[in-house]
């Protein structure tokens, strides 16, 4: 039912948040201890009893009331465009057939042919067009929203626990138990209509469950996320009207950004046919441009509208979070959503440089995991200052996370369910459906089953990546930071050789890597002063195309700027090449000192008794 909700907290002194954080940072299939501990019956009793319901204000109601009716005229305004369109062609075409009429009367015998074509293309361009409008208006209103977004049925047989949980909470909330569980891969929940607006007139409620969140919360804040989302169905009228708002937006998004072939093939044609044929197809696409900007205005109001209802809605939905699982547990689980949401991205990166080298993770909730307990401190502060910084704008469906915190501040601290095991106790095995839902997302993303020599545990494909970046540390510690990889090191064949002096060769090792040190600045300085002037060759380059084309491009670059003729062109290019050739030299002359110490290195290894130190010697060789 609820969109995403990324909520965000600062902890504040006057409110100290304990974070119930899973004991175990991977996801785990759950032991027999757990099996033996947390039983049905437990499970029961830990419920303290049932929550307070949360009572609408009279200015909710009436707020709720008019936000409906300007929700409804909305569509109906929009069909009532079709109907003017519609008509607009029917009387054109109906009555501007006079226009003949009145150009075989008024035109000579020789100019007439030419005359009745002209009143031809009149009379029939608004028609073209006009009838084209027409079926891109209709269009939104019978297409059905594209569903790229998998899922896996639970069946309650298979995981009896997940069940119980979830009815439990229902109860304590006093919303309607759901007939069907998903899960996903999305760092959400959210509960909803079954089948949609067939699902209307009863309680056929779906509960859809992201696996990243559960394997990154405890059972006390999961059981208040899912609060939180059957607190909106605690109320009948209120559950059908959220609804009703949120399908009205969502359909509104998707008449004024959603493109199909149908839009593709009326810009091929108008792109590929003679202009004097196409110019009618051109005038379809500017008065379908602008329908869609009218819509794109009605969307706006709507969401304006709705905007604040919606915000309202959260904040009853958060006094059904905290006053089951607290709202110290409340304020932990915001800040553990936020940290969860930048982990997932982190593994969607993860994900992107697997992908890259021919490998799938498949686990993927348990990769979010993973870089969840891996998140450096720099990060969790950046994400606590952008919490603090946050601002509810009139359009936002959801508060901002400070506001959401403050509006439960008189609730319980404590709550009425405060078991602290980790969410994933709750499946019988949750590393299998964690597999299973990230396969069905390779799925979804894809198009097409991956196999599985394809897909890799992700403690492997970690392993991997860890020796990759202890391999980057490795390099700049070498280089002291001082690297430049687009400037080639050419070595000598003496470089794979055992040296004539050992001791020589270590002594030389040790005063080349001095030197490095010495002047590592005075490089680093070299290398910012060449990348400058390979970048102005650059700027060159491209002010010598555009003089020789006379093209005027919009670069925002003074440099640049500056070259508006060929003969600054050529003394820019011979005056950047001097200084480059200079820079180059100090260059080489660092250069060649790592040169030496990397040789001094190589001829080492190659003695005997060095190699007997250095562990899996020959495979290196």
Same mark, same amino acid.
């Given at each position: 039912m609820s969109n995403s909700d990324p909520r965000r907290v600062k902890q504040s002194a006057q409110s100290p948040v304990k974070a119930d954080i899973p004991s175990s940072a991977t996801p785990r299939k759950r032991s027999r201890r757990d099996q033996r501990e947390l039983t049905p019956r437990k499970i029961i009793q830990a419920f303290e009893g049932n929550i307070e319901p949360v009572t609408p204000t009279l200015m909710y109601r009436l707020c709720a009331l008019l936000v409906s009716f300007v929700m409804v005229l909305l569509p109906l305004f929009y069909i009532a465009m079709i109907g003017g369109v519609i008509w607009g062609v029917y009387f054109h075409a109906v009555h501007s057939l006079s226009l003949f009429e009145a150009g075989s009367s008024s035109t000579t015998t020789r100019n007439r042919g030419k005359g009745m074509i002209l009143l031809l293309l009149v009379y029939l361009a608004p028609i073209i067009v006009g009838v084209i409008l027409i079926i891109f208006m209709l269009k939104p209103l019978f297409s059905r929203p594209s569903h790229s977004s998998a899922f896996r049925a639970l069946k309650r047989e298979k995981e009896p626990l997940l069940f119980m949980f979830v009815d439990q909470v229902c109860d304590a909330v006093g919303a309607p138990r759901p007939v069907q569980i998903n899960l996903d891969i999305q760092v959400n929940a959210s509960a909803g209509f079954r089948r949609g607006w067939l699902s209307m007139l009863g309680n056929d409620l779906v509960l859809t469950i992201g696996m990243p969140l559960v394997a990154g919360l405890s059972l006390r804040q999961?059981?208040?996320?899912?609060?939180?989302?059957?607190?909106?169905?605690?109320?009948?009228?209120?559950?059908?009207?959220?609804?009703?708002?949120?399908?009205?937006?969502?359909?509104?998004?998707?008449v004024v950004y959603e493109r199909d072939a149908w839009d593709e093939r009326l810009e091929y044609l108008s792109q590929s046919l003679d202009l004097r044929i196409s110019w009618v197809l051109y005038l379809a696409r500017l008065f379908v441009w602008v329908t869609r900007k009218i819509l794109w205005l009605l969307m706006m109001v709507g969401h304006l509208v709705s905007g604040f209802l919606m915000r309202q809605m959260e904040f009853d939905a958060d006094r059904y979070e905290a006053r089951l699982s607290g709202s110290r547990c409340f304020a932990a689980t915001s800040k553990r959503l936020a940290f969860l949401g930048v982990a997932n991205q982190g593994a969607l990166s993860d994900l992107g440089q697997f992908y890259a080298e021919g490998r799938l993770v498949d686990n993927f909730p348990a990769l979010i995991n993973i870089n969840l307990s891996k998140m450096p401190d720099e990060v969790k502060s950046a994400v606590e200052l952008h919490i603090k910084a946050e601002q509810t704008g009139w359009f936002d469906t959801h508060p901002a996370t400070l506001e959401r915190i403050a509006n439960i501040q008189d609730e319980d601290p404590e709550g009425i369910f405060r078991l602290k095991s980790p969410a994933t106790v709750l499946f019988s095995d949750f590393s299998r459906e964690a597999k299973f839902v990230t396969r069905? =997302? +390779?799925? %979804?993303?894809?198009?097409?089953?991956? !196999?599985?020599?394809?897909?890799? &545990?992700?403690?492997?494909?970690?392993?991997?990546?860890?020796?990759?970046?202890?391999?980057?540390?490795?390099?700049?510690? =070498? +280089?002291? %930071?001082?690297?430049?990889?687009?400037? !080639?090191?050419?070595?000598?064949? &003496?470089?794979?050789?055992?040296?004539?002096?050992?001791?020589?060769?270590?002594?030389?090792?040790?005063?080349s890597r001095e030197k490095l040190l010495k002047y590592r600045e005075k490089y680093k300085s070299f290398i910012d002063a060449y990348r400058e002037f390979e970048s102005k060759s650059m700027s060159v380059t491209m002010a010598e195309v555009a003089v020789r084309a006379r093209l005027k491009l919009d670069v925002d670059d003074p440099f640049f700027k500056s070259l508006t003729n060929y003969d600054k062109v050529i003394n820019a290019r011979h005056g950047i090449e001097r200084k480059k050739a200079e820079t180059r030299g100090e260059l080489e002359k660092y250069e060649s000192l790592i040169v030496k110490r990397l040789e001094r290195a190589l001829q080492l290894f190659y003695v005997p008794k060095v190699q007997a130190q250095i562990a899996d010697a020959a495979l290196w060789e």
């Open positions: 999961f059981s208040g996320v899912l609060a939180h989302e059957f607190g909106h169905f605690s109320q009948s009228a209120g559950m059908r009207l959220s609804f009703i708002i949120r399908s009205i937006n969502i359909w509104f998004m998707r069905d =997302f +390779y799925y %979804g993303v894809f198009g097409k089953k991956i !196999p599985r020599e394809d897909l890799h &545990s992700v403690d492997e494909l970690l392993i991997r990546q860890e020796a990759e970046n202890e391999a980057h540390k490795a390099v700049q510690r =070498f +280089y002291q %930071g001082a690297i430049y990889p687009n400037r !080639p090191l050419l070595f000598s064949e &003496s470089a794979v050789q055992v040296p004539e002096d050992t001791k020589q060769c270590a002594q030389e090792l040790k005063s």
